[in-house]
């Protein structure tokens, strides 16, 4: 299975057992993972990790994603999107880890792609997610882009994204998708 999820300099492909050297590289960068889960950096720990997802991508229970350049193919990061409810229908998205090697707007275009995987593609009526504090130019990004707070405790704050937002962003955002 594969999704066609691409926008002007990046695209979104399915993750593979290939790819945990690459999960282990980005996600064991100190200047990367201040606000993300610790996670095992062996590789091997990773491959079984992908093993066990791959049958929850099979349910359709998640989707997990390595963002690649449309130029070159190479890999500059991940997003995934996990955690699906109904009433509201909604969708968790996380683990967005870009590298050196992003292109300019690859966070904006990474974004889009997940409110159109998960609107669009999976029927979803709302996203939720949650961002560390302290991680302050993701909650702007968040913020800038529409998402809507709605709770806090210790650790973390927890936005909603709605699909009418998602709506609206089509058009003006369209220029990062094509
Ligand atoms: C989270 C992460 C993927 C975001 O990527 P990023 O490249 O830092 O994102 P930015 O906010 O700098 O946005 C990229 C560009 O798009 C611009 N941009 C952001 N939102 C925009 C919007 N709504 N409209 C137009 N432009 C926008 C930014 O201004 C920036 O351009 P600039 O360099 O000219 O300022 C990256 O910071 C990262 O990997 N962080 C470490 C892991 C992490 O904390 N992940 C999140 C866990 S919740």
Known sequence: MQFDLTAKTIYLRLLTEDDAEFVCQLRGDDKLNTFI?????????QRQWIKNYKSREQNKKEYYFIICRVDDNRPVGTVRLYDFKEEPKSFCWGSWILNN????????ESALLVYEMGFDKLG?????????KGNQSVHDFHLRMGAQQVSEDEQNIYYVFPKQRYEINKEKYAKFLN
Do not use: C, R
Not at 126 to 132: A, R, T
């Open 101 to 108: 090697n992003k292109t300019k707007y690859a966070a904006v």
């Open 37 to 45: 889960s610790k996670t095992d950096v062996d590789i091997e720990v």
């Open 124 to 132: 979803f009526d709302q996203s939720h997610f949650d961002v560390m």
